[in-house]
Structures are given as structure tokens and as C-alpha cells.
């Protein structure tokens, strides 16, 4: 079945200090893996993808691996900031239609 | 250019009511999804349409929920006989094309709550 499991829940972080999400997913099909910060009450926002042909991806403060064999993908964000606070969702793209399936998301404190 | 919108933003029903939401994707965008995102999850999905198209519709709860994009603009998500357990946020997100890798653009949502 199509399923996407992440972890944890919650996460409190220093200001400063890094984050990780990790996140494994079900259905060997999946070749995208975007990762979305959603605000309260607010849309859900891209920050960072990657392809299935890629192990890592970096853009300044985040990062994405990837590791295809394991079906584990992990999110990085190095520096915190209070800024950062927010829910974080993975999601692997489903073929044909390409549909997200979503985790059930990370809410990350960055304390000050 | 202007993201994708959906109106209204909050809709309070009461139950056995039936209720339309709208999505407004960005212009020219092929793809439409619409999921359902119940409070303090993931969002799930429910349908897809590639402009007019309804190819997958496997996330539907259930016959009460029916969706439409007739032009292969404008979406509109009807729940008829609405339940309590159709709470949740509704959102709606386009894409630029029909292939992998390709992002997908979430409106705002539309929270409706079931009294």
C-alpha cells in the first residue's frame, strides 16, 4: 500500500542547534520527495525536493538525503532559527498521477 | 502571477447539509489535486484531475463527495449529507504539468467545520 511514515512528532531544538526529520516511505514506485512547511493556518510551502536519481540536495540551511535501497529520506536544517518554527510534512509523488502522499508531519520549536 | 485561491476560506455546516468549495488553480496549470487535511495531520489525498479529466478519484471517502472541473479551470468539491466526521480543511493544489518531479502549488484551504 501507499503509506509514509515520519518521524518524530515533535521536535524542540535550541536556537542554533540542527534538526532532523526522518522519513520512510512504502511504495517503490515514488521518484520525487518534496518536503513542505506549513505555518498555522497558513497554505503548505515547498522548501526543498529532491529526485530519486539524486542521494543529497542542499540549499543554504536545509538539506535532503535520500537512500532509495532503504526507502528513507531525512530532512536537515542546520542554524535553527525561531523562524523555522513551524509543522514540517514529507511526501513521496505516487504515479501516474503523480498524487502526494503526505507523513503526518513534524512541528518543530526553535527556542530562543 | 496570482497563487492558487479557494473560497470560502471557512464554511460552518450544519449536518445533513450539502456544501460546494471552490478552487481556483493558477492559470494554465493541467494538474489539480484536492485533499483533505484533518487537524494535526498530513494531508490526504482525494482526487486528481488533468484539466477536465477526473483520472483518480481512489481517495474519495465515500459517494457523498463528488468533485468537478468541467473547463479545466475552475474545481469545485460538492459533499452532499455532510457528517461530522467531514470536518477537516480542504485543499486544493495545481501543478504545470502531468510528469514527475513537479511541484505542486497549495491554496490557503477551506476550513469547514460539521456542527
Known amino acids: 500500500g501507499e503509506n509514509v511514515e515520519q518521524h518524530p512528532s515533535t521536535l524542540s531544538v535550541q536556537e542554533g542547534d540542527s534538526a532532523v526529520i526522518k522519513c520512510t516511505y512504502s511504495?517503490?514506485?515514488?521518484?520525487?520527495f518534496p518536503w513542505y512547511k506549513q505555518e498555522l493556518g497558513k497554505r503548505p510551502q515547498l522548501i526543498i525536493d529532491?529526485?530519486?536519481?539524486?542521494g543529497e540536495k542542499k540549499d543554504q540551511r536545509i538539506a535532503v538525503t535520500l537512500n532509495k535501497t532503504a526507502k528513507h529520506f531525512s530532512l536537515h536544517i542546520t542554524e535553527t532559527q525561531p523562524e523555522d518554527s513551524a509543522v514540517y510534512f514529507c511526501?513521496?509523488?505516487?504515479?501516474?498521477?503523480?498524487?502526494?502522499?503526505f507523513g503526518t508531519g513534524t512541528r518543530l520549536k526553535v527556542l530562543a | 502571477g496570482a497563487g492558487v485561491s479557494q473560497s470560502p476560506r471557512y464554511k460552518v455546516a450544519k449536518r445533513g447539509q450539502d456544501v460546494a468549495l471552490r478552487c481556483d488553480p493558477i492559470?494554465?496549470?493541467?494538474?489539480l489535486f484536492w485533499y483533505q487535511q484533518a487537524l494535526g495531520q498530513g494531508p490526504e489525498f482525494l482526487t486528481y484531475?488533468?484539466?477536465?479529466?477526473?483520472?483518480?478519484k481512489s481517495g474519495l471517502p465515500s459517494d457523498r463527495f463528488f468533485a468537478e472541473r468541467p473547463e479545466g479551470s475552475v474545481s469545485t468539491l460538492k459533499i452532499q449529507r455532510t457528517q461530522q466526521e467531514d470536518s477537516a480543511v480542504y485543499l486544493c493544489?495545481?501543478?504545470?504539468?502531468?510528469?514527475?518531479?513537479?511541484?505542486?502549488?497549495f491554496g490557503p484551504g477551506t476550513r469547514l467545520t460539521v456542527l
Open positions: 493544489a495545481s501543478s504545470s504539468l502531468t510528469r514527475a518531479y513537479n511541484e505542486q502549488f
Open positions: 511504495d517503490s514506485a515514488s521518484n520525487y
Open positions: 529532491i529526485r530519486s536519481n539524486v
Open positions: 511526501a513521496a509523488s505516487i504515479p501516474p498521477a503523480y498524487k502526494y502522499i
Open positions: 492559470s494554465g496549470h493541467v494538474s
Open positions: 484531475f488533468q484539466n477536465e479529466a477526473q483520472l483518480d
